[in-house]
């Protein structure tokens, strides 16, 4: 197997390589002339911003000159505000010609001022500045209407000797033709990125409208004043800013302008990124040359994608290398198909990982670019681990050959079978319920066994006493205890039971109260502790009222995955999750781990765990040996599950030694792995509800200052995009071949557990910054809710949800679908509001209890009582999984424990 590993594994180290190479094989185009016609210069450096009145040194600027001095014959400048008045003078000394600019504002002050100091520069410098350009976009900005623009160009040409025009795209001058009639050239910019025009069709495009600007001026002198394209940034519509890209448009350009005689400038000589704050991220881009002065492309060799590819691919491969070995320890009863799957998925990845990480350093780095890159990479991180436990997951659920610990029936004499004690914690529960449950235990196919029902805090007489004299007409087996005052909630009440129990019992068995458990329960698992090492057996949960209304019946197809796919993989690393009802355990062991946690709100869980830190066994079986009822209404649904992903992190936090450092536990590396593996699908939850909260921040951010706020990357959009999509093709291809669930059932599942996120969430983040949660009692087979009771259970969700449609709405309508960050970022708003809007549609659906669900219970019941064990993952896998009801406030076991705060 070890030969296959490497075989595979090599297989899809030389695939995903050539995918690197073909996507960087070299471009064959024109190259560079040594001397090009001119560029657009602004001479600032990284530490420079015009705007704050930051400006570089006079030497800062020479340097640069003396850099371009040999790569092109002219400038062009763009204001003479303070230093950049020297220029002119400087260009001199190196040959250079310079087109001189004015910028103008809405500032006339400091527009007289440009204006003047261009006219004296103008004259002073006659040798070299051989063109006025007297404001820049002036008219496209707003910043001035056509007449003051045009009487600033009379006022410059009537006092120097050099033709004299304004520089403004192409369609400002199409649009306003009587400018044409004040200057002496126009002076267009060419920029087909802005236009979203695709970098292939670039070249064509401002040949095409340059023709047009001819043909509206006949006659008239015709400057490209700007042209280029950058080489980071936002993609607009079909226009993709990257290095590559800008190499090869520039060198196509640049050989097509030569043929055609344009006179043009390169838009820019360096990198501006202090133009970020007007134009975007994009603005400070544009650059022939880097912050470092260093050219940013080859100008005569082939032009590759990612010059550094070859190094990028030999570090994701090592990186997928060693994921892939980590993947595979314990995993020797999977096929070579799962081994291929976790191999792709794991190069996978690694590569979009290096890509993303690669990606982002291309920017220039700033404090807070650094610290959204590190907070960046530790969700990167997070989401690999997630990703790569959800693929191991789904891997061992469909291709493992054979079980290592199947529940094989054990066949033992009757005089040999340990007494069991059968616990049943109660509080406030309706006597006929509690009656029913004791008449299915009274015919248990068992020749020795008790059972204790502990009802504590009962006030009313007439809810428990009933129940006692039902016990008292079962007979001996059967004794019933009231407590008015027991502390420890149902741990309390278990361990009350455990006080109680008979002292030649060696099996304590625990059932919720609704629960009817089948005849030949303890007949066939109970023999399973005639093997010393074994301490737990544990039976799935079931449930018998789906048929009640369509809101039970999408509960249930919920709850099945985790019973029959996830404890089934657990059970083979010895990992299980006990839960509270359908369980046994040893007597001896139970006492010897110190009973039932009663500071823990999912003491079942946390019982289990410190059993295997013990080093015993725990079994599973998925055929069901009892069922009970389901919480009524969405609210009751939601505060079931906030406590046991709120319980998962009290064990966590209690545990943290034992499940992360080796010590004196004797937990294993498979089950440290299922423990932590089962919660990060919860953590994850936690981890999206900040990113839900940030990702609304800056959508408003977006709408309301869009220069400041660019929408994020397209590459990271698309890391959560591919990873719900992940997590939805897992959960839906499972539940068709391991469930064997129809689609209708596949659905109901899905909408049922997407509903629960925000409440996981909250549990988990409010587990890790608080120690204890007060227990509320929710009991089962109350009579149906108010409608408005069950929508207000959904009230956070349904203003989250709103939040995410208001956001969409704002961006469009104040962005529309310019570039594709845009466009993805609005899908990824979308999917965040997807668990919301379940949220609100299981409310709505709880609201109309009795809505019939005929058809889908048909379909659920219709699944197998049992389903083949094989291994798998749960739905939403969790740590903390529950008994099948909800605790009691003091110790009952059909009410749920907490009240999501």
């Known amino acids: ?118 006219i004296r520069l103008a004259r002073e410098n006659y040798r070299n500045v051989i063109r006025v350009v007297v404001g820049n976009e002036a008219i496209y900005r707003n910043d001035l209407t056509v007449k003051e623009l045009m009487d600033y160009i009379d006022q410059v040409q009537a006092s120097v000797a050099v033709p004299v025009s304004t520089a403004e795209p192409w369609h400002i001058w199409v649009k306003n033709p009587e400018m044409a009639g004040h200057v002496d050239f126009i002076a267009t910019h060419m920029l087909p990125y802005w236009e979203g025009v695709e970098m292939e069709k670039a070249v064509d495009y401002i040949i095409e409208h340059v023709n047009i600007l001819k043909t509206t001026f006949p006659g008239k002198p015709l400057i490209i004043a700007e042209v280029g394209w950058p080489s980071n940034g936002r993609t607009r519509n079909e226009a993709v800013a990257s ?85 595979l320890i314990d995993s ?202 074994v301490a737990v057996v544990q039976a799935p949960q079931d449930y018998r009222d789906e048929g009640e209304s369509l809101f039970k019946a999408m509960c249930y197809a919920e709850y099945r995955g985790f019973f029959y796919i996830g404890m089934i993989t657990r059970n083979e690393r010895n990992a299980i999750i006990q839960h509270g009802t359908m369980t046994m355990v040893r007597k001896s062991v139970l006492e010897e781990v110190g009973g039932w946690a009663e500071w823990c709100i999912t003491e079942d869980a946390e019982l289990g765990l410190k059993i295997f830190e013990k080093g015993y066994e725990a079994l599973y079986t998925s055929k069901s040996y009892g069922r009970g009822v389901m919480p009524d209404i969405f609210m009751d649904f939601k505060k079931q599950r906030y406590r046991w992903a709120y319980g998962a992190v009290q064990i966590m936090r209690h545990h943290a030694e034992a499940l992360f450092f080796k010590g004196r536990s004797r937990l294993t590396y498979g089950q440290r792995y299922h423990f932590l593996a089962g919660w990060l699908p919860w953590m994850a939850d936690s981890i999206n509800l900040i990113f839900a909260f940030a990702a609304l921040a800056w959508s408003i951010g977006m709408i309301c200052l869009p220069r400041k706020f660019d929408p994020p990357m397209v590459i990271l959009s698309a890391v959560p995009l591919a990873f719900f999509v992940f997590k939805l093709a897992k959960m839906f291809y499972l539940y068709r071949n391991r469930v064997k669930a129809t689609l209708t059932q596949t659905l109901a599942s899905a909408l049922a557990g997407l509903s629960l996120s925000h409440t996981i969430a909250k549990a988990i983040l409010y587990g890790f910054v608080t120690k204890n949660l007060p227990f509320f009692r929710t009991p089962k087979m109350v009579e149906g809710k108010v409608f408005w009771y069950a929508l207000q259970s959904a009230r956070e969700e349904g203003l989250m949800l709103t939040a995410f449609l208001l956001s969409v709405f704002g961006i469009i309508k104040s962005q529309g679908f310019e570039t594709a960050d845009i466009i993805v970022w609005n899908i990824v708003l979308l999917v965040q509001a997807i668990p919301y809007l379940a949220a609100v549609m299981m409310s709505v659906i709880s609201a109309f209890s009795r809505l019939s669900a005929k058809k889908l219970i048909t379909r659920i019941t219709a699944l197998p009582a049992s389903v083949t064990d094989g291994g798998g993952v749960p739905a939403d896998p969790g740590g903390a999984l529950p008994e099948n009801q909800v605790s009691s406030p003091e110790a009952g076991s059909t009410a749920d424990k907490v009240s999501a705060p």
């Open 332 to 533: 020797i009863s999977l096929q070579p198909s799962g081994r291929g799957f976790l191999a792709s998925v794991a190069f996978l990845a690694a590569t979009g990982a290096v890509w993303i990480v690669y990606n982002y350093s291309q920017q220039y780095l700033t404090v807070s670019i650094i610290i959204v890159g590190c907070l960046m990479l530790l969700g990167i991180i997070g989401v690999v681990i997630v990703l790569l436990t959800e693929a191991h997951e789904w891997a061992e659920a469909i291709w493992t050959k054979g079980m290592r610990r199947p529940l094989t029936p054990v066949e033992a004499p009757e005089e040999s079978l340990p007494m069991v004690s059968i616990h049943i914690p109660a509080y406030n529960e309706p006597p006929d319920m509690m009656i029913e449950t004791l008449n299915a235990l009274a015919v248990l196919d068992y020749p020795s066994y008790e059972v204790i029902v502990m009802d504590n805090n009962t006030k009313d007489p007439a809810v428990w006493q009933p129940v006692e004299a039902h016990c008292k007409a079962l007979g001996s087996k059967f004794h019933f205890y009231h407590e008015g005052e027991l502390t420890g909630f149902k741990a309390g009440a278990l361990n009350y039971c455990l006080r109680k129990t008979a002292v030649h019992a060696e099996v304590v068995a625990v059932i919720d109260s609704d629960y009817q458990v089948t005849p030949d329960w303890l007949r066939d698992l109970v023999p399973q502790f005639l093997k010393p090492s």
């Open 1 to 118: 197997m070890k030969i296959f590993n490497i075989f595979i594994c090599t297989a899809v180290a030389v695939i995903f390589f050539s995918f690197w190479y073909l996507l960087n094989r070299p471009e064959i185009e024109p190259s560079w002339p040594s001397r090009i016609q001119g560029f657009s210069f602004s001479p600032m450096q990284a530490w420079n911003n015009p705007m704050e009145k930051n400006f570089p040194t006079e030497a800062e600027i020479e340097g640069d000159l003396k850099l371009l001095a040999n790569k092109t014959n002219a400038i062009r400048t763009y204001s003479v505000e303070a230093v950049q008045e020297k220029i002119p003078a400087l260009a001199s000394k190196y040959g250079l010609n310079v087109t001189l600019g004015a910028w103008l504002s809405k500032d006339l002050e400091a527009n007289e001022e440009q204006i003047q100091t261009v």
């Open 243 to 327: 290095v590559a890209n800008q190499a090869t448009f520039l060198r196509r350009f640049i050989n097509k302008a030569e043929e055609l005689h344009y006179v043009y400038y390169v838009m820019e000589a360096f990198d501006q990124p202090w133009k970020r704050v007007n134009e975007g991220s994009v603005g400070g881009y544009w650059g022939v040359y880097d912050l470092a002065r260093q050219p940013k492309f080859p100008f005569t060799t082939p032009i590759v994608g990612v010059p550094q590819w070859r190094m990028l691919a030999g570090i994701s491969i090592v990186i997928a290398i060693f994921t892939f070995s980590l993947l």
